[in-house]
């Protein structure tokens, strides 16, 4: 046997594997230390990678992101009938799926998913935690009640431009406040693609981590856009959590000087205390103090958005949402959604103090 038949010879085709499961080891560390997330990934990484591919992305009208979904749903398909067909051996087709599988891993994580693990909204934002305290959540509940009533404005003509420009003014504004490293790159709004089938799904918008690209569903209402729109320009921020987002959303357009974007908010965290609190006795008497145009327009939303559901297909996408959700360490999955009322609760009694 010669020595050439001896040499070792490196599988090649390990190294995305290899490299994805150092990456998982990089979370699970990154878990246990947000601090070296929030200063060098977040202060220093992010904002870089957000700006070169929001740039790229901003220059293509339709969604990047959806391309690329679609591409990752055939791919296994592709490789199949090639593998059938014999035009690739199956050991062949499995290590080029399972160097697809590991890229996709690692890129979401360092163009976006790191930013799991950062420091949670209180900390970040010094915001002390409020004990539940079922009195103090009925006064923050009949303020937001008074607010949607004081802002309620017409939405039947919406410049959308308009109202993208007045949410970066205010994210501008309030970047300082809600520590944000602005502008952090472009947040160019893109209709999703199967806007329809997201829509049974309950999905008004979505963020692209792969592009950096900001989506929004065009079933959405004009008086849900402002808010959604908000929202999802909080998770190309950095921001994460649903519940966080909801809050960075409600803040922002609170603060505009636009009754448009102070209303929007206002239905949609209004929706998640009477969710909250739809048990509590004092219940109706709040309610009753609403405003009936305001009333009317939460019961257009609602039945806007249960005309378009599919119960089987917003199942199925709620329970991978949660499981997302739960692999990157939000515990409470989807639920985490409604811990907006936490966090306006925690800091309206910080504001007063």
């Known amino acids: 046997m010669t020595g050439n038949s001896l040499k070792y010879r490196f599988p090649w085709w390990l190294i995305l594997p290899l490299l994805a499961i150092v990456t998982f080891m990089l979370t699970e560390t990154a878990s246990k230390h947000p ?30 992101g959806d391309l690329f979904y679609g591409v990752l749903v055939l791919f296994p398909f592709l490789l199949l009938f090639l593998a059938l067909n014999k035009k690739l051996s ?33 900390e970040r934002l010094s915001i002390p935690e409020q004990k539940t305290d079922s009195e103090f959540f009925i006064q923050v509940f009949e303020s937001l009640v008074e607010q949607a009533n004081a802002s309620r404005t ?6 959308k431009t308009e109202m993208d420009a007045l949410i970066e003014v205010s ?18 709004a893109k209709q999703i693609t199967l806007s329809r089938f997201f829509a049974r799904a309950g999905i008004s918008g979505y963020y692209g981590p792969f592009f ?11 008086v849900e856009y402002p808010f959604i729109l908000a929202h999802e320009k909080a998770h190309q921020f950095g921001i994460t959590s649903e519940a966080e987002a909801n809050f960075y959303a409600w803040l922002v357009c609170t603060k505009s000087d636009s009754k448009h974007l102070q209303y929007s908010a206002s239905l949609a965290v209004l929706r998640y205390f009477m969710f909250h609190g739809f048990r509590m006795e004092q219940y109706p008497e709040i ?18 958005w249960m005309g378009l559901r599919n119960e089987k297909i917003d199942r199925a996408a709620s329970r991978v949402n949660d499981a997302y959700l739960k692999t ?26």
């Open 171 to 188: 994210y501008q504004k309030l970047a300082p406040e809600l520590q944000l490293h602005y502008p952090s790159g472009k947040r160019r």
């Open 90 to 122: 199956w050991k062949r087709s499995g290590k080029i799926l399972l160097n697809c599988l590991a890229a996709v891993y690692i890129s979401f994580y360092f163009l976006w998913g790191f930013n799991y693990f950062r420091y949670n909204l209180n």
């Open 328 to 353: 990157n360490k939000i515990e409470d999955g989807i639920r985490d959604y409604t811990g907006v009322v936490k966090h306006i609760i925690d800091y309206s009694a910080n504001s007063r103090r």
């Open 287 to 304: 309610i009753g103090k609403l405003d009936e145009n305001v009333v009317a327009d939460i019961r257009k939303i609602q039945e806007h």
């Open 212 to 222: 950096n690209e900001v989506h929004i569903n065009r079933f959405n209402l004009p």
């Open 154 to 159: 017409d939405f039947e003509l919406v410049d």
């Open 35 to 64: 601090a070296v997330v929030e200063k060098f990934y977040t202060g220093r990484i992010y904002p870089i990678t957000a700006t070169v591919l929001s740039a790229l992305s901003s220059l293509f009208p339709f969604s990047l």
